[in-house]
């Protein structure tokens, strides 16, 4: 019997499983949540310790998940199925907590973009998942990380942090805090319009990354969105923009040689196809217009939660160098700066592509 066997058998017989278990063994790649696949002689299943360290609300957290994916599954739509405890709750509760899924069978995510059409893919599979919660009251749902992307609090907290220089690292990296300080009157047109409702509140994913969608591994074509935990209300832009934030990047996150990293303009392009189509009927006029702002300010928000944390000695991102996160602020301000140059041309296919 495995390590894992012993240790997560007992929490494992707590859920509503199909079958006898034979094996539990660690699964994916994630950082945030303990995952692991469970096979029973009848079927497969995901369960995962839940991190309540970065998400300490696990009952808003699941009431979310829940809301969600069953919206989703009342309109015929594959996603998450969460597996009840014995005792009828959406999770374990205790010191640790835990919960369950369906094992979603015959796909595979991507870790990073390869193939434009692949990227084009995962525009759409995102757009419909944006479409199909269109009349989802996203008002109902909590924020499971408060202010997540409230761009204005990110840059007050970037200030505080720069004003302490905890570490002295502030001399090390002018140039990255010139930018960020310089751009201080682009980052409120988001919560701007969510509050005058110039921008409408939507359910928001929150982590759009590529490797967040399960592909059907036969066609390549998306099956399901993952990764629910930060499920929230929100704006559109947010959801665009991150994609685009990580999957429009000539070179890795942390890639330290700069000339390297660049936004890739045809990839945008690629991934707004898949997107904007799907969306066609439920996008507004203004967001469509901010479609290209919302990948700016997803990209300069992490950049300066990057330079932030560097400032602050690397007490929330995880670094496996000293100057890690001052890398990874690099790149983010680098592709933000070409975004910006290329507003024009980012609007332009936009517009093409919904008219």
């Known amino acids: 019997m495995s390590e894992y066997m012993q240790q997560y058998k007992n929490v494992a017989e707590q859920f509503c ?18 995952t692991l696949l469970v096979t029973t002689d009848e079927k497969r299943y995901i369960m995962q310790k839940m991190n309540t360290r970065v998400f300490n609300d696990p009952d808003s957290l699941m009431a979310n998940i829940c809301g969600v994916t069953q919206h989703l599954t009342a309109r015929g739509i594959e996603t998450l199925n969460v597996i009840p405890t014995k005792a009828g709750e959406s999770y374990l509760k205790g010191d640790e907590c835990y919960r369950v899924y369906d094992f979603i069978e015959n796909t595979v995510t991507y870790q990073k973009v390869t193939d434009k059409e692949v990227f084009k893919n995962s525009g759409k599979a995102f757009g419909e998942f944006q479409n199909y919660l269109a009349e989802f009251d996203a008002s109902k749902l909590t924020e499971t990380i408060k202010r997540f992307h409230d761009t204005p609090k990110r840059f007050a907290d970037f200030k505080a942090a720069l004003t302490a220089d905890v570490c002295d690292r502030a001399k090390t990296c002018q140039a990255e805090i010139d930018f960020i300080l310089s751009h201080e009157n682009t980052y409120g047109i988001a919560m701007a319009g969510l509050a005058d409702g110039s921008l409408p509140l939507r359910v928001t994913h929150n982590d759009t990354k590529l490797n967040n969608i399960l592909m059907d591994a036969e066609t390549n074509k ?21 994609s685009i934030r990580f999957g429009a990047s000539t070179a890795a996150e942390d890639e330290k040689d700069l000339d390297k ?33 919302g990948s700016y300010l997803m990209t300069i928000e992490c950049g300066m939660r990057f330079l932030a944390d560097y400032l602050s000695g690397d007490t929330y991102f995880a670094t496996k160098y000293t100057d890690h996160n001052l890398v990874r602020a ?3 301000i680098r592709l933000a700066s070409e975004m910006e140059a290329s507003f024009q041309a980012m609007s332009e296919i936009v517009a093409n592509i919904l008219k």
């Open 17 to 34: 499983l199909l079958g006898n278990i034979l094996s539990i063994e660690p699964y994916g790649e994630g950082h945030i949540n303990l």
């Open 330 to 332: 690099r790149t983010q």
């Open 261 to 293: 990293v660049h936004f890739d303009i045809d990839l945008f392009k690629a991934y707004a196809e898949g997107y904007c189509a799907a969306v066609k009927d439920s996008i507004t006029a203004r967001e469509a217009e901010l479609l290209p702002y």
């Open 222 to 242: 998306a099956r399901a969105v993952i990764d629910l935990d930060t499920i929230m209300p929100g704006s559109m832009l947010f959801d665009f923009g991150d």
